[in-house]
């Protein structure tokens, strides 16, 4: 009988321990009864767990009945089986273009110029004063697909200037009455772009890439509440799709300034990973002003562009574009500027990036990287888009680990006309994500917003079925360079994260990162492809404070 009593004595010290430990740690939230892919680096897979959250960072993350027996929580969500995912990061965007693109005429998707001179004709009724701008017109999309000119604008706007940009923003129009004021009456080379002209020699008033620029720096800037406004509103836009951190790809350090402040004043709660503009004298400014880093903003990168856009004929290409033989476009940087440039920001730590998107682009930029770099590294410079890549130029990215970033979404947008700019032959070396994936082991994805739509669903679609939202092609887009579904969630996830130095903050569900996460109702590793732009969020959270809730 001693030794049956010691034996039940001995049988209940852990019970009375784990009794003892009943809900004995807090937390300020618990998410439960829900399917998580954690993304922590191994292959993904769908689990059933709970999480805890303190303080705006994860505690802890396991099954449910363990979290829920060890934490008392001010607050529990039953997640009612949805699928929460790490916060989604657009590796490569505009976000205060977008929030600013708000503010302008809306020429996406307009079907004709005819469709945007009644967009601009009834947005003038409500604007009625100063400079009319927007953003979004694309002459692909037209029958026929040439560039439109600025004589039926005259005609609607014979003296109010007008300068609308091509989707890409590589190009724009601009009516008589904005030309005058910029001093562009007659067409005069520009280096780095190009000044379209009429049969008898005046302009058409389509700027590309210098030239666009040349105009664009009469346009006042908006001031700085309407900038404020902007912001805070698109960063909702952002929430609503799950989107936690948001790359912004080349901006003054006046407007990192902007960002930070309503950051610190908690107006501004999407962390932004911001990329300083390489132009001068914003570069002097950022070099003067150094890296900066916060809870959410990451100021540590410097954005070179080297060429323009393949929709515009402005980027850079090896051999003459097929639909214009005496054209190979704009190589931006001058070779020993941009190199001192990249000694500098080597020197005084700052990550660099390049907007390259044609193979003579991709080349020189490669080259200057391994020639500063000198070998492999962990500084992660960045070359943005690489759309056109020569094969024999891969190995150049894994010499030196410089990152590909790409936007599935160019590839499903431009196939349509890409392969007139490029030929038969050349076109197999664009858009090859898959290849590009394996130069370094990981690729980075963005949507390049307001230039492609603002939604990862489409960039996750794009990425592994390679149609477009309408499911053009029936048979994808050169199917050989998709990416599986697990690369594509961890190149909006993890891979974004690392591209951005972040990985130890945000990227995957694991404890002592920042408790951001989006909440969706399907699982995309899963899902049926036909049901993957159905995906619906429901919630989103940022450092464990719900930023988003569906209605539904």
């Known amino acids: 009988m001693r030794s049956f009593l010691r034996y039940l004595a001995l049988s209940l010290i852990p019970f009375i321990l784990t009794c003892c430990n009943f809900k004995s740690q807090h937390a300020d939230l618990i998410l439960h009864n829900t399917v998580g892919l954690v993304c922590d680096g191994s292959p993904i897979s769908t689990t059933k767990m709970a999480i805890a959250i303190e303080k705006g960072k994860i505690i802890a993350v396991g099954p449910e009945r363990k979290i829920l027996n060890a934490y008392n929580a001010d607050e529990e969500i039953d997640l009612k089986q949805a699928v929460v995912y790490p916060g989604l990061i657009d590796a490569h965007a505009h976000f205060t273009g977008y929030a600013l693109s708000k503010l302008e005429v809306d020429l996406v998707g307009a079907v004709s110029y005819d469709d945007v001179l009644s967009r601009l004709e009834t947005f003038s009724q409500t604007h009625t004063s100063g400079w009319l701008t927007g953003r979004g017109w694309d002459q692909n999309k ?18 109010r200037p007008v300068a609308i940009r091509r989707i890409d923003g590589h190009a724009l129009l601009a009516n008589t009455a904005a030309l005058r004021i910029a001093g562009m009456s007659e067409v005069r080379f520009i280096q780095g772009g190009e000044m379209i ?21 009469f346009i006042p800037p908006h001031d700085g509440a309407t ?25 003054d350090v006046s407007e990192i300034s902007r960002i930070d402040s309503l950051q610190r004043k908690g107006d501004l709660k999407i962390r932004v990973v911001a990329m300083a503009s390489g132009t001068q004298p914003n570069l002097d400014a950022a070099f003067k002003k150094g890296p900066q880093r916060s809870d959410r903003l990451i100021a540590q990168s410097i954005k070179f562009y080297m060429d323009g856009s393949l929709g515009s004929r402005g980027a850079a290409l090896l051999a003459p574009y097929s639909d214009r033989p005496s054209h190979s476009g704009f190589i931006f940087q001058d070779a020993v500027t941009f190199r001192a440039n990249l000694d500098l920001a080597y020197e005084q ?9 044609g193979d003579s682009a991709v080349r020189n930029v490669l080259n200057l990287y391994n020639d500063v770099l000198g070998g492999q590294n962990d500084k992660r410079w960045r070359i943005e888009h ?3 890549v020569s094969p024999s130029d891969l190995p150049l990215f894994t010499s030196a680990s410089i990152i ?9 947008s431009d196939m349509y006309w890409a392969g007139e700019r490029l030929g038969r032959n050349r076109i197999r070396t664009a858009y090859t994500y898959r290849d590009l994936q394996h130069v370094i082991g990981i690729l980075p994805l963005g949507t390049d917003m307001p230039v492609e739509d603002i939604d990862p669903r489409k960039t996750f679609y794009a990425a592994t079925v390679r149609k477009d939202s309408e499911g053009f092609p029936s048979e994808g887009y050169h199917v050989d360079q998709s990416l599986t579904r697990e690369s594509a969630i961890y190149g909006m996830t993890l891979w974004a994260a690392i591209a951005n130095f972040h990985e130890a903050e945000v990227g995957s569900i694991e404890v002592g990162k920042w408790a951001d996460f989006v909440v969706m109702d399907r699982n995309l590793l899963t899902v049926d492809p036909d049901q993957i732009l159905g995906a619906k969020t429901l919630r989103t959270f940022v450092s ?6 569906s209605s539904n």
Not at 199 to 211: F, K, R, T
Not at 349 to 357: E, K, L, P
Not at 544 to 549: C, E, K, R
Request: proline share 7%; with cysteine; glycine share 8%.
């Open 544 to 549: 464990g404070i719900q930023v988003y809730q």
């Open 227 to 251: 900038k404020d406004a902007a912001l805070i509103q698109a960063q909702h836009d952002l929430f609503a799709l799950g989107l936690t951190t948001v790359v912004d790809a080349g901006l």
């Open 197 to 217: 002209s009429l049969d008898d020699g005046s302009p058409s008033g389509v700027l590309i890439d210098g030239a666009a620029d040349s105009l664009l720096v």
């Open 404 to 412: 590909p970033s790409v936007q599935p979404t160019h590839a499903t």
């Open 386 to 388: 690489a759309q056109v």
């Open 142 to 159: 037209w029958t026929p697909s040439s560039y439109p000119t600025l004589t039926l604008l005259d005609d609607l706007f014979p003296t």
């Open 349 to 357: 730590g700052f990550q660099v990036a390049t907007h390259c998107i």
